[in-house]
C-alpha cells in the first residue's frame, strides 16, 4: 500500500524569466529543482506576447511596477514548466528565495541568480490556485507528464 502520510504530490508553474535565459543559465536553474526532487513534469520556451504578460501578471495591474514588470517578462525568450513533487508548491518557493535578491537567501534561485527585485530570475506560484490557474494558462492536459 502507498504511503498515504501527511504529504501530497502537487504541481506548480516555474518561468525561468528572460534574465536568466539571457544570462545561459537555464540549465544551472534546473539543477536547483532536481537535486531538492522536484521533476519537471512539461516545458516549453515561449517569447511572451504583451496580451500574455499583461494577463499572466494581471493580479498586478495596479501596482506602480506593472508596466515594467510586463515589459521585462516580453524582452526575450522564457522558460514555462511544470514542476511535480512533493509539496512542490512551497518548495518551489523555497527554493526560489525571497521576490528580493538582496532578502534572498545564498544557495536559492535568486540569491544566486538574480540582480534585482524586478530582474530577480525566476517565477513561481503562490498557492494552489494560482498554481491550477497558471499551469493551464500555458499547458494543455496531454503537454503534462505526471511523474511521481
Ligand atoms: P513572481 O510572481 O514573479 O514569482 P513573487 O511572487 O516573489 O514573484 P510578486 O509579489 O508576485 O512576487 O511580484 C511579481 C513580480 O513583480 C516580482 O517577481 C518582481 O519582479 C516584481 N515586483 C514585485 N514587487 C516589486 C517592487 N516593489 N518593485 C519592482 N518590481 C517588483
Ligand atoms: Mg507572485
Do not use: W
Amino acid at each position: 500500500m502507498a504511503n498515504t502520510a501527511t504529504h501530497t504530490v502537487e504541481q506548480t508553474l516555474s518561468i525561468i524569466k528572460p534574465d536568466a535565459v539571457g544570462q545561459n543559465q537555464i540549465g544551472n536553474i534546473i539543477e536547483y529543482f532536481e537535486r531538492e526532487g522536484l521533476c519537471i513534469a512539461a516545458a516549453k520556451m515561449l517569447h511572451l506576447s504583451e496580451t500574455q504578460a499583461k494577463a499572466f501578471y494581471a493580479v498586478h495591474k495596479d501596482r506602480p511596477f506593472y508596466k515594467e514588470l510586463v515589459e521585462f517578462m516580453m524582452s526575450g525568450p522564457v522558460l514555462v514548466m511544470v514542476l511535480e513533487g512533493e509539496d512542490a508548491i512551497a518548495r518551489n518557493r523555497q527554493i526560489m528565495g525571497a521576490t528580493d535578491p538582496s532578502k534572498a537567501d545564498a544557495g536559492t534561485i535568486r540569491g544566486d541568480f538574480a540582480t534585482s527585485i524586478d530582474r530577480n530570475a525566476i517565477h513561481g506560484s503562490d498557492s494552489a490556485k494560482t498554481a491550477k490557474e497558471e499551469i493551464a494558462f500555458f499547458f494543455q492536459p496531454n503537454e503534462i507528464f505526471t511523474r511521481q
